[in-house]
């Protein structure tokens, strides 16, 4: 079967290592081949072919986490990307990392990680939920309380994640302020029905609920938009690890700052129907077909995208 996998790694020039050509489908007892209708692009494929969290000795290795197809009897599904794997020391892995990926015509996958996708559901669509909107959705409605919230403030919007989160907040009816220091993806995050600012800028009110993926470059403008008992809910630090925090204004302010991390197999159902119900759609940066996903991965990592990046085999 043709596949996009990573043939070398290399952590200055990641693209180098990817390659398309046929590679076998192996199915482990107790999981099922699903057909591939549409994938997504994640900075995860990126991360793996510069070799984080993926050694040369599970070369070649199919890149891709996200997929929607079709299983052995006809049914159509979006595959959960979080794998149970005891040799792992998180207890799991996703695909792509000691599982072949989906960036492939054919995944094999565990059956109880395929999820039914409803009727109203694209597989494009459905192929950008299970990781950056998935994420998204757990930070804003499991980890950030988000039906406890007015106003939300969603950090370095544009990516996967923060542009979910930007669609599902106001999809769930709250008042959505959101950064970026691109002013044309100020313009798609206004078209989104947020508030778009410039980073830094003063909010006119205080947020109950910060999605913070950007790390230190923005931490200190989350924590002065907070208002007391906020949720600043932290997923990734694209701009630095290392961000200094005023220990005075989370005990003055009572601020709650979480972890968080993919989420379940509900929550994907869960979001499903959200989008499914109208209320929330993602938003597609570009499609490629699988033979174009060198362009795909060249576009991604340019960083100049708004929304997910599907490739349909």
């Not at 692009?41 to 197809?69: E, K």
């Not at 999809?171 to 993806?185: E, I």
């Not at 119900?277 to 570009?286: H, L, Y």
Request: net charge negative; with cysteine; charged share 20%.
């Amino acid at each position: 079967m043709r596949a996009a996998y990573a043939s070398a790694l290399n952590p200055e020039e990641p693209l180098s290592g990817l390659a398309l050509g046929e590679l076998p489908l192996a199915v482990p007892d107790g999981w099922v081949p699903v057909d591939v209708r549409a994938a997504s692009l994640n900075h995860h494929d990126i991360w793996s072919l510069r070799g984080v969290g993926l050694p040369a000795d599970r070369l070649p290795m199919i890149l891709g986490c996200d997929a929607a197809g079709v299983d052995p009897d006809g049914n159509e599904v979006v595959v959960y990307p979080v794998v149970e794997d005891k040799a792992d020391p998180r207890g799991f892995s996703l695909f792509s990392e000691r599982h072949p990926g989906t960036l492939a015509e054919r995944l094999a996958a565990p059956r109880e990680n395929l999820i039914p996708k409803p009727a109203g559901v694209s597989f494009a669509e459905a192929a950008c939920l299970p990781t950056a909107w998935l994420t998204a959705y757990h930070m804003l409605v499991t980890r950030g309380r988000v039906a406890e919230a007015g106003a939300v403030l969603v950090q370095g919007a544009g990516g996967g994640v923060a542009t979910a989160a930007v669609a599902l907040a106001v999809g769930l009816g709250k008042r959505v302020y959101a950064t970026s220091r691109d002013p044309g993806k100020r313009e798609r995050i206004a078209e989104l029905g947020a508030t778009a600012v410039e980073p830094g800028a003063r909010l006119p009110e205080r947020v109950d609920l910060v999605i913070e993926s950007v790390g230190a470059a923005t931490f200190d403008h989350s924590m002065k938009c907070s208002a007391p008992g906020a949720r600043i809910v932290v997923c990734g630090a694209t701009a630095g690890h290392r961000a200094e925090i005023d220990l005075r204004r989370v005990f003055a302010m009572q601020l709650e700052i979480l972890g968080s991390s993919m989420g379940t197999p509900d929550e994907l159902a869960g979001l499903l129907e959200l989008v499914a119900s109208g209320k929330a759609r993602p938003v597609i940066d570009s499609t490629y077909r699988l033979a174009e996903a060198d362009q795909a991965f060249a576009r991604l990592a340019g960083g100049d995208i708004f929304g997910k990046i599907v490739i349909e085999p």
